[in-house]
C-alpha cells in the first residue's frame, strides 16, 4: 500500500480525544481510537509481524524480528492514535498539487490556505500537500507517524537483504490530553533498549530537548460575609488570589517567552470569596530552573499563608514529565547520534528544536526507555490549516528506515555508541 493512500486511510476515522471521558478516566477516551488500533493490528498481521497486542485501553504493540544473528540493541518506534479536540468534524483530506500562492480548500466557503500566513509553503512548491477542506484538523498529528512506520515496516519485510536487528512499535491513545498512554505504557515489558516518537513538524527538525513540567494547584481559603456586616469579617479568597498572580514575575509567562526561557502560566481560576482555586503550569529547559521555579511558588505561598492567616494559602506540587535530554546524557547519547546520521544517509539536513512541551517520548524515556522525537513532515498542528507536503511523509519514513540500518551499521563491530 502506497504511503499516502495509508494515511489518508487513518484520516477516515475520526480519534478525536475526549477530555470529558479522559477526565474520567476512560481510555481509549473515545472509540474511534480502538477502531484505529484495531485497523492498525490487521494490517501489522497482513505484513507477517510477530508479538502482536491489542490492549483493551488500545495500546498496540508489535515486533518485527531480527534477520541477523549479530547482537544489535532493540529499537522501537511510536505513534499516537488520537488527535486534538480543538476541532471534532470528520476529516475530508484531500491531495492537491502546490504551484505557489495560496491553495483553495474550500471554494464553497471560501477557505485558503494562504502563503502571506503561512511563507513556509514556499519550501514546497512543486510537491503534493495533503490537507483538509478547511472545515476540520488533518489530523497528521499523529497519523503521519502511524503511515510513516507503516511503510517502513513494509518496506523492510519486502527487502529481507537489508541486514537489521529486533524492531518494536508501540502505537498509544490519548496523547492529546497529558500523555496518558505513554502513562500506561510498560516499558519493562515492551523490551525495547531504546527509541522515537514521530510527532513534530517540518521535514528535518529534531527534538531532543523538551520541557520540565510541573502543575501547581493553589487554594485560597477566605470567609464569606454579608455586604452589610462584611467590614472587619469578609477575606476575599478571590482577591488573594489575584494579588498572589501579582506577584509572578511580570514577564515569565508564556506570551512574553521563547527558545529556551521557562514561565508560570495561569492556566485556571475558579471560585468564590470564600475559596478560590489557582492552577499553575511551571515549565523550564533545565532541571536547576526547573526546581527553582517551583521552589519559588512554594515560598510564594508560604509567604503568602502568614499574611493571611494559617490555612489561608495550601500549595500542592506536581510533577507531569521531564525533558527527555535528561535521559540522553553521557553514555545515553547514542540515540541522538544515531538518529542524526539516519538524517544525514537521507540527505536531510537535521535542524535541532527545544520543544516548548511535552510528547510521548518525554514520559517513555523517565521509564527508562531514551526516546527522541522525529518529523513527520506536518506544518500547523490543531489546525484548520494543517498540512502534510508528500515528499515530506516519505522522508519521514526513509529516516526510520535509516535508523534501523544505522543501528544494524553502529553495533555490529561490538562497539556501543558513544
Same mark, same amino acid.
Given at each position: 500500500?502506497?504511503?499516502?493512500?495509508?494515511?489518508?486511510?487513518?484520516?477516515?476515522?475520526?480519534?478525536?480525544?475526549?477530555?470529558?471521558?479522559?477526565?474520567?478516566?476512560?481510555?481509549?477516551?473515545?472509540?474511534?481510537?480502538?477502531?484505529?488500533?484495531?485497523?492498525?493490528?490487521?494490517?501489522?498481521?497482513?505484513?507477517?509481524?510477530?508479538?502482536?497486542?491489542?490492549?483493551?485501553?488500545?495500546?498496540?504493540?508489535?515486533?518485527?524480528?531480527?534477520?541477523?544473528?549479530?547482537?544489535?540493541?532493540?529499537?522501537?518506534?511510536?505513534?499516537?492514535?488520537?488527535?486534538?479536540?480543538?476541532?471534532?468534524?470528520?476529516?475530508?483530506?484531500?491531495?492537491?498539487?502546490?504551484?505557489?500562492?495560496?491553495?483553495?480548500?474550500?471554494?464553497?466557503?471560501?477557505?485558503?490556505?494562504?502563503?502571506?500566513?503561512?511563507?513556509?509553503?514556499?519550501?514546497?512548491?512543486?510537491?503534493?500537500?495533503?490537507?483538509?477542506?478547511?472545515?476540520?484538523?488533518?489530523?497528521?498529528?499523529?497519523?503521519?507517524?502511524?503511515?510513516?512506520?507503516?511503510?517502513?515496516?513494509?518496506?523492510?519485510?519486502?527487502?529481507?537483504?537489508?541486514?537489521?536487528?529486533?524492531?518494536?512499535?508501540?502505537?498509544?491513545?490519548?496523547?492529546?490530553?497529558?500523555?496518558?498512554?505513554?502513562?500506561?505504557?510498560?516499558?519493562?515489558?515492551?523490551?525495547? %533498549?531504546?527509541?522515537?516518537?514521530?510527532?513534530?513538524?517540518?521535514? $528535518? #527538525?529534531?527534538? !531532543?530537548?523538551?520541557?520540565? &513540567?510541573?502543575? +501547581?494547584?493553589?487554594?485560597?481559603?477566605?470567609?464569606?460575609?454579608?455586604?452589610?456586616?462584611?467590614?472587619?469579617?469578609?477575606?476575599?479568597?478571590?482577591?488573594?488570589?489575584?494579588?498572589?498572580?501579582?506577584?509572578?514575575?511580570?514577564?515569565?509567562?508564556?506570551?512574553?517567552?521563547?527558545?529556551?526561557?521557562?514561565?508560570?502560566?495561569?492556566?485556571?481560576?475558579?471560585?468564590?470569596?470564600?475559596?478560590?482555586?489557582?492552577?499553575?503550569?511551571?515549565?523550564?529547559?533545565?532541571?536547576?530552573?526547573?526546581?527553582?521555579?517551583?521552589?519559588?511558588?512554594?515560598?510564594?505561598?508560604?509567604?503568602?499563608?502568614?499574611?493571611?492567616?494559617?490555612?489561608?494559602?495550601?500549595?500542592?506540587?506536581? %510533577?507531569?514529565?521531564?525533558?527527555?535530554?535528561?535521559?540522553?546524557? $553521557? #553514555?545515553?547519547? !547514542?540515540?541522538?547520534?544515531? &538518529?542524526?546520521? +539516519?538524517?544525514?544517509?537521507?540527505?536531510?539536513?537535521?535542524?535541532?528544536?527545544?520543544?516548548?512541551?511535552?510528547?510521548?517520548?518525554?514520559?517513555?524515556?523517565?521509564?527508562?526507555?531514551?526516546?527522541?522525537?522525529?518529523?513527520?513532515?506536518?506544518?500547523?498542528?490543531?489546525?484548520?490549516?494543517?498540512?502534510?507536503?508528500?515528499?515530506?511523509?516519505?522522508?519521514?519514513?526513509?529516516?526510520?528506515?535509516?535508523?534501523?540500518?544505522?543501528?544494524?551499521?553502529?553495533?555490529?563491530?561490538?562497539?556501543?555508541?558513544?
Amino acid at each position: 500500500m502506497d504511503i499516502v493512500e495509508r494515511f489518508i486511510n487513518y484520516t477516515k476515522i475520526n480519534t478525536t480525544t475526549s477530555r470529558e471521558n479522559g477526565a474520567k478516566g476512560i481510555m481509549p477516551s473515545s472509540p474511534g481510537q480502538m477502531k484505529l488500533a484495531k485497523l492498525l493490528v490487521s494490517e501489522l498481521e497482513a505484513l507477517g509481524m510477530e508479538d502482536i497486542i491489542l490492549r483493551e485501553n488500545a495500546i498496540v504493540t508489535a515486533t518485527l524480528p531480527a534477520n541477523t544473528d549479530e547482537t544489535i540493541p532493540v529499537v522501537s518506534f511510536f505513534g499516537h492514535l488520537d488527535t486534538s479536540a480543538e476541532q471534532t468534524a470528520d476529516t475530508k483530506a484531500q491531495r492537491l498539487p502546490y504551484n505557489g500562492g495560496d491553495l483553495c480548500l474550500n471554494p464553497e466557503l471560501n477557505i485558503y490556505l494562504r502563503e502571506s500566513e503561512f511563507p513556509e509553503l514556499k519550501n514546497y512548491i512543486g510537491d503534493d500537500l495533503i490537507v483538509t477542506d478547511g472545515t476540520s484538523l488533518l489530523g497528521a498529528d499523529d497519523k503521519a507517524a502511524l503511515a510513516a512506520i507503516m511503510n517502513a515496516l513494509q518496506f523492510l519485510i519486502s527487502h529481507p537483504e537489508i541486514r537489521h536487528g529486533e524492531v518494536k512499535v508501540g502505537f498509544v491513545p490519548d496523547e492529546e490530553q497529558g500523555l496518558r498512554g505513554a502513562k500506561a505504557f510498560d516499558v519493562s515489558e515492551f523490551g525495547a %533498549d531504546f527509541g522515537y516518537t514521530l510527532d513534530c513538524c517540518g521535514i $528535518g #527538525e529534531f527534538v !531532543y530537548e523538551n520541557w520540565n &513540567a510541573g502543575d +501547581a494547584e493553589i487554594i485560597f481559603t477566605g470567609q464569606s460575609a454579608h455586604p452589610m456586616s462584611a467590614k472587619g469579617k469578609l477575606k476575599n479568597s478571590l482577591l488573594m488570589a489575584h494579588k498572589f498572580i501579582s506577584m509572578l514575575p511580570g514577564g515569565e509567562a508564556p506570551e512574553y517567552t521563547e527558545g529556551r526561557e521557562g514561565y508560570y502560566w495561569v492556566k485556571q481560576l475558579q471560585g468564590n470569596s470564600a475559596r478560590t482555586v489557582l492552577k499553575l503550569d511551571i515549565r523550564d529547559f533545565s532541571e536547576e530552573g526547573y526546581h527553582a521555579r517551583k521552589r519559588f511558588v512554594r515560598q510564594l505561598a508560604e509567604s503568602a499563608c502568614a499574611l493571611w492567616g494559617e490555612g489561608s494559602v495550601i500549595c500542592q506540587l506536581s %510533577d507531569r514529565y521531564a525533558n527527555v535530554f535528561n535521559s540522553l546524557q $553521557g #553514555e545515553g547519547h !547514542y540515540p541522538i547520534d544515531i &538518529a542524526l546520521r +539516519a538524517y544525514q544517509r537521507c540527505g536531510i539536513t537535521p535542524t535541532p528544536v527545544a520543544m516548548r512541551g511535552g510528547y510521548d517520548g518525554a514520559v517513555l524515556s523517565q521509564k527508562g526507555l531514551p526516546c527522541p522525537n522525529i518529523f513527520t513532515g506536518a506544518h500547523n498542528f490543531h489546525s484548520i490549516y494543517e498540512y502534510l507536503p508528500v515528499r515530506s511523509l516519505r522522508a519521514a519514513s526513509d529516516v526510520v528506515i535509516a535508523i534501523i540500518q544505522e543501528t544494524f551499521n553502529g553495533f555490529t563491530t561490538g562497539n556501543r555508541e558513544s
